[in-house]
């Protein structure tokens, strides 16, 4: 059964500070992965996605890393703004061909201004 | 563009009263459709996918069930609600290849009383 781990849990950091958030999973047969943004109450919003034969994936100040081998993925998120502030969750797409996904517990962050 | 659509957004329901909540989606045809409970830390947790109408797969046994009447419609259900059933429900899709991307619906608060 995949799990997936995301750590720091929560993290509060000054505003301009790069956020980095690490996600790890336990079974490297995945055909992709994705990280989310969740404002409280709300839905998930999806910010990047790697597919499994990708290293990373870039959008503004988002940058995320892939390396499937070691069963991980880095969240970076440059230059971070009080707007960034939000539960961040990784996810990855099982490869046993139902495709289903594999959460996170997410990380919670605070910018402070 | 696909969208998709999940109602309502808050519901307090009795013990024992019946439940529907229902999520359509937009844009696509033959979608796969996924419904995930997220529970305060414990994350996200898949109850229901399904491939096709009709077809419906269970992740977990428990007080609920799923319908999909319609290629793009999907229906959580349940005859008689506990309190253990109070949750945020979501309700999700993704186009029918393991390396398309998910997407998310805004979420159904339930609280059981």
């Known amino acids: 059964k995949q799990e997936v781990t995301q750590i720091p849990a929560a993290l509060s950091v000054p505003e301009g500070e790069n956020l980095v958030l690490n996600c790890s999973f336990t079974?490297?047969?995945?055909?992709?992965l994705q990280w989310f943004r969740q404002d409280p109450g709300k839905g998930l919003t999806s910010l990047l996605l790697?597919?499994?034969?990708?290293r990373e994936q870039t959008s503004g100040r988002l940058n995320a890393s892939l390396d499937k081998s070691s069963g991980r993925s880095t969240l970076y998120i440059a230059a971070s703004q009080p707007g960034d502030s939000a539960t961040y969750l990784c996810?990855?797409?099982?490869?046993?061909?139902?495709?289903?996904?594999?959460f996170g517990k997410g990380n919670q962050v605070v910018v402070i201004p | 563009s696909q969208t998709i659509h999940q109602w309502p957004a808050t519901l307090v329901q009795p013990v024992g009263s019946p439940l529907s909540l229902e999520c359509t989606v937009e844009?696509?045809?033959?979608?796969?459709l996924y419904w995930y409970r997220q529970a305060a830390g414990r994350g996200l947790q898949l109850l229901f996918y399904?491939?096709?109408?009709?077809?419906i797969s269970s992740e977990v046994p428990q007080n609920l069930s799923a319908s999909r009447p319609q290629d793009r419609q999907f229906i959580l259900s349940s005859k008689k609600l506990l309190l253990s059933d109070s949750g945020f429900y979501l309700c999700?899709?993704?186009?029918?290849?393991?390396?398309?991307?998910?997407?998310f619906g805004q979420g159904t608060r339930l609280t059981v009383v």
């Open positions: 790697i597919q499994s034969s990708q």
């Open positions: 844009g696509t045809s033959n979608p796969n």
């Open positions: 079974d490297s047969a995945i055909y992709n």
């Open positions: 996810a990855v797409k099982t490869g046993d061909g139902n495709n289903r996904l594999a």
């Open positions: 399904s491939v096709g109408i009709g077809q």
């Open positions: 999700a899709w993704s186009r029918d290849r393991g390396w398309s991307e998910a997407f």
